[in-house]
């Protein structure tokens, strides 16, 4: 049944093109959509006869209040639900990543020796940008094939300027170490050139240039260069062996297949340069409140305006009534015409059906997946006498150095897989020593002192570790008046000199650990929780514990006591900014003289 309020402004809705926007009783817009007539598009979801699928019934159950921007076309309405859904972020939109920028790489060529980065959005520099890349595994691989290629500088600006001998790459050949070596700036920019041809997928025009600039060193006699130039054409090639020639028009083209099941999907991005594949990512979506014949089009927009190259074509595996639109949008910010087009025949059918197979093939490992994270829910539900299914499962673990910089992490599982938009770090202060119960009590009353609508209470609350700590959790639980809220579990690790071939699940109350020779996906479950909370504890606290290490680099400089480092640190924001100054720029400022200024650079260029 819809409101009152609903209903009433369905009946006042216009059949004009326009964009809607979907409320919750908080006012948070949860949805955007467009359509060609409102009044027609909004029956669909308010006076539909059938029984609408499960996840749509239950998304609108969450509708609140709807508004209505009427616009004077089509088009219109398809720019405004673009902006509007960039803007706003709708939670059951189609949105890449949640609507983080996917990772992409950077070579600005107006700097004297460029070098190659990981970035996560394009400025308005003038620098050349490659991707986006579907994941920072993807690009840390295309990095990595780079740079083994072609030896371009790995360190930062401000540690290229100061180095004061090369680094280990340079001792493993893995770098030219232009910080301290003589390089010829026209020898090195001829190898960023090749770089940017190659990450463009111009393998061939790589390897041409390349046998020449062989050629034209063998010719001076410089035989160590020309070999040099050659182990790199023996690298590009064997990346060649691995490209597959899918299109013998040898045209720059991305292919994108779609397949959808049970409210999930995947777009596969096939990218065809000089006729090679040359990479395939895929990008798993839910459709939200979206029809699968609008998700292409919905992904496109999105996706092509992060970037860095847009081919001249793109091919898709299935129609869609957007496709025009999303066209006509992507020609606006496309410095080049960009042609859709939907393939019924032919060469570019068959490109178009191999997207959609290898994305129908990785939609049934996403499924797979999920079906075996909903039997571990099922099994963990059984294991533990729940009266529901542990959707939310939370698990803490703290993380110090002998009583030092004591942190704790909360890793978060949602539906059985890990929601890492939800975990959360904890910096533990006011406790002097080392003390687990403190520290759960500190961390506990944190998170559950939150407000509950932005982080809702688990299911299931797991502790690292047996009786004892489980006695700890239930007794500050108590304290909180969260008892009986969601259930406990305490996970203890086996002990194999006692003969333990599991770990043990302890429930509050009961002496005895549970028998789960019956339930190894729900241990499963219970110890991955457990692995990423300590994962993401270890992994803090190291990073704390660096990071102070690294500024008290500066106490065992002579002349610089406490207000001179913590004048330089508030002036220049760090190590690396300081490392990065002139000694004048440091003399400049009041208390520093220019003999201790070359002192410091000096110290922070040795390590």
Known sequence: MISDKIKEKYDHAPHTPGVYLMRDKKGNIIY?????????????????????????????????????????????????????????????????????????????????????????????????????????????????????IFKLRKCRDAQFKNRTRPCLNYQIKACLGLCCNEVDPKEYRARVKAAVLFLRGRTREVIKKLRLEMAAFAGEQAFEKAAQVRDTIFAVERIMERQVVVCVDGQDRDVLGLAWDRDRAVVTVMQVRSGHLINTAYYPLDLGFKEPDEVLAAFVTQYYEKAAQ???????????????????????????????HYPLRGEKKRLADMARVNATGELEKILAREEEARAGITMLQNLLGMDRPPERMECFDNSNLQGKDPVAAMAVFTGGRPDKHAYRKFIIKGIEQQDDYAYMTHVLSRRFRHDREDMPLPDLLVVDGGKGQLSMAVSVVRELGLAGRFTLA???????????????????????????????????????????????????????????????????????GPKKKKLLLTTFKGIDNIRSQSPEELAALPGITLDMAKNLLQVLSDL
């Open 310 to 340: 847009i081919p001249g074509s793109v091919l898709f595996s299935h129609p869609s009534d957007d496709m025009t639109r999303a066209e006509a949008r992507l020609n606006e910010v496309a410095d080049h015409r960009v042609h859709f």
């Open 490 to 560: 305490g996970l203890a690790k086996k002990d194999a000199d006692k003969g333990e071939k599991a770990d043990k699940v302890y429930l509050p109350g009961r002496s005895n650990p549970l028998n789960t020779a019956q339930s190894a996906k729900a241990l499963f479950l219970l110890e991955q929780i457990r692995d990423e909370a300590h994962r993401s504890a270890v992994t803090f606290q190291r990073s704390r514990r660096e990071k102070r290490g690294k500024l008290s680099v500066l106490d065992g400089i002579p002349g610089i």
């Open 32 to 148: 955007v959509g467009k359509a060609k007539d409102l009044k027609k598009r909004l029956a669909a979801y308010f006076v539909k006869k059938d029984q609408p699928e499960p996840k749509t019934a239950a998304l609108l159950a969450l509708v609140d209040d709807f508004h209505l921007v009427v616009t004077q076309s089509d088009q219109e309405a398809f720019i405004l639900e673009s902006n509007l859904i960039k803007e706003n972020s709708p939670k059951y939109n189609v949105l890449l990543k949640d609507g983080k920028n996917y990772p992409l790489l950077r070579i600005d060529m107006h700097e004297p020796y460029p070098s190659i980065q990981r970035v996560r959005r394009i400025e308005k520099d003038k620098a050349l940008y490659f991707g986006p890349y579907s994941s920072s595994k993807s690009v840390n691989q295309t990095l990595k094939q780079v740079q083994r």
